[in-house]
């Protein structure tokens, strides 16, 4: 490549981060999640108390164990909220979507070395991934997670130290702003090392002839071929031809992975520099898998195909191109695509993962298909981008979508009542001491009671809800489940009765339409205290609250 198409290329990587810039901006939401109120009200804790001593629960009323899983993430959310409020949280969201597309753009085409497909891929996977887009620690760890791949492929290709200490950084970065991602991680060096390990001894298998997967194609006698699949090595010359003519999924050796091995060890030892505990990192997914979280909650449930057709339609576009189009995939991006559609397919919080990771393989697969059939396309799109007319004609047309997404959320709120007792949170802070009550709430909303200073019985934070984080003893039959004895009140499975004796429940707070408050209503032990005047009544239509007569 000369200096001039060196130049073409910089002038366009500016052009599609200005671009990407100008789309991220109509995209962010501007409404809140659950997760949003106790991060700000966690970090606030943080900065107020240090980082000696985050073990123990300082929100619900039942003094319960945690682990402040992503303590550096709520540290720094809380910062920016004391700086500009809700904007600032906002515009922290649209700031770290922007980071996130440019990531996903630079890795793809590091990957592929096909800007144009990269810009166009790295558009699609924005726009899929604005239902995942939100003020949580995801957001962050999406733009980490997807350097790492940028990262391994820089460091397998000169090993400098740079990238290996970037590697490092990340890793310790992560398991303090997402420990809950920080297994995944890892998941990220498997694919290398697993073609390293095959590419030592190249062996074939006839698992699907339909699709000629993992069928070499060999320019001499089959039986050759047969001892290596019986384990014979042959000279190191008839390696090398047999992996230069692959058909179908191309096997490269680079030594260079052993030493990325000792990158991972190093990386896997930054778990004990978190304040949360030296062996919390290394047993929180395990717990939270063995928790049943997992099959309630609905971002951890399978994925319903039919009510995500985009989602559908993009992986489909994997397997069209494998198919029907002679181009050729590395088995470490064929690995990647089969283990990240796995897990999306079992839990749709995972469609995020899916995206990033595999859009860079996507671009590397399209660039493959044009680079064979059109070599001087990129070129020639290059060269047709950075005009002047281009530049103002889809410029144009980015602000266009931008301001049409923009428009409706200039008056949106950051959340609204129907969502959060807002009316009843204010209520209960003028008229009770919330401070020596035990108050019964519901999952959804127990976020907002915390951002509101009001003790919970349960909030979003749903692992600590769980007899496997908040055992006293680390056993889990110490523990309390009490996430699970608070969804069954809500979906009418058990009595609320006793559930209520069992933690001394002094008030609760409900939904006016939901199952809980059509049997509390008519039990003589309880009294509804809120709403009760026109004009309580007339602002709140949402939420209710009951008290204990004998209280």
Not at 398 to 419: A, F, H, L, R
Request: charged letters at 20%; proline letters at 4%.
């Amino acid at each position: 490549m000369n200096d001039k198409e060196k130049n073409n290329r910089y002038k366009f990587h500016i052009i599609i981060c200005v671009f990407l810039t100008i789309f991220c901006i109509g995209l962010a939401p501007k409404g809140l999640q659950n997760d949003t109120f106790y991060t700000i009200r966690v970090g606030e804790y943080i900065a107020q108390n240090g980082i000696g001593n985050l073990t123990q629960d300082p929100f619900s009323w039942q003094e319960l164990p945690y682990t402040f899983p992503h303590w550096l993430y709520d540290f720094m959310m809380y910062n920016i909220y004391a700086l500009g409020g809700f904007l600032g949280i906002y515009i922290s969201t649209i700031v770290l979507t922007i980071i996130l597309s440019y990531c996903i753009y630079f890795t793809s085409n590091k990957i592929s070395k096909n800007a144009p497909i990269s810009a166009i891929v790295t558009f699609m996977a924005v726009y899929l991934l604005v239902p995942y887009i939100a003020a949580r620690a995801q957001l962050v760890t999406f733009s980490f997670l997807t350097l790492t791949i940028y990262l391994i492929e820089k460091y397998l290709e000169n090993t400098k130290k740079r990238y290996a200490i970037g590697l490092i950084l990340f890793s310790l970065l992560i398991v303090n702003m997402h420990m809950a991602v920080w297994p995944f991680f890892f998941v990220l060096f498997v694919p290398y090392l697993v073609e390293y390990f095959i590419s030592r001894d190249i062996i074939t298998f006839d698992l699907i002839p339909k699709f000629k997967i993992l069928i070499y194609k060999f320019k001499k006698d089959y039986e050759k071929v047969e001892k290596l699949q019986n384990g014979i090595k042959e000279n190191q010359k008839r390696r090398e031809e047999i992996k230069n003519n692959p058909y179908k999924i191309q096997i490269k050796r680079n030594d260079n992975v052993k030493k990325l091995f000792i990158v991972m060890l190093i990386c896997a030892t930054m778990g004990i520099f978190t304040p949360t505990g030296t062996s919390t990192p290394y047993t929180y997914l395990a717990k939270t898998m063995s928790g049943n979280t997992m099959q309630i909650i609905n971002e951890h449930k399978p994925l319903e195909l039919a009510e995500n057709k985009e989602f559908v339609a993009y992986f489909l576009i994997f397997i069209v191109i494998l198919t029907f189009i002679d181009v050729k995939i590395q088995l470490k991006h064929l690995l990647y695509y089969l283990g990240i559609l796995y897990l999306a397919l079992n839990s749709r919080r995972q469609v995020s993962m899916f995206l990033i990771i595999c859009t860079p393989i996507l671009a590397k697969i399209a660039a493959d298909i044009f680079e064979k059939y059109s070599p001087d396309l990129q070129k020639t799109v290059i060269n047709i981008i950075k005009s002047f007319y281009s530049v103002v004609i889809l410029g144009t047309v980015c602000i266009i979508i931008s301001m049409q997404n923009i428009k409706p959320k200039i008056e949106e709120p950051y959340y609204k009542n129907q969502d959060y007792p807002i009316y009843a949170a204010e209520w209960m802070k003028e008229n009770l001491d919330v401070k020596n009550i035990k108050l019964f709430n519901e999952y959804n909303y127990g976020s907002y009671l915390i951002f509101e200073g009001i003790p919970v019985m349960i909030d979003s934070r749903c692992d600590l809800y769980t007899p496997q984080y908040n055992s006293p003893t680390g056993r889990e039959e110490d523990g309390k489940d009490i996430f699970m004895e608070v969804q069954n009140i809500a979906t009418n499975t058990d009595d609320y009765r006793i559930t209520f004796d069992k933690y001394g429940i002094t008030h609760v707070i409900t939904y006016q339409d939901s199952n809980l408050n059509k049997k509390i209503k008519n039990n003589d032990n309880y009294e509804r205290i809120y709403p009760l005047t026109d004009e309580e009544k007339s602002k709140d239509n949402r939420f209710v609250i009951y008290a204990k007569k004998d209280v």
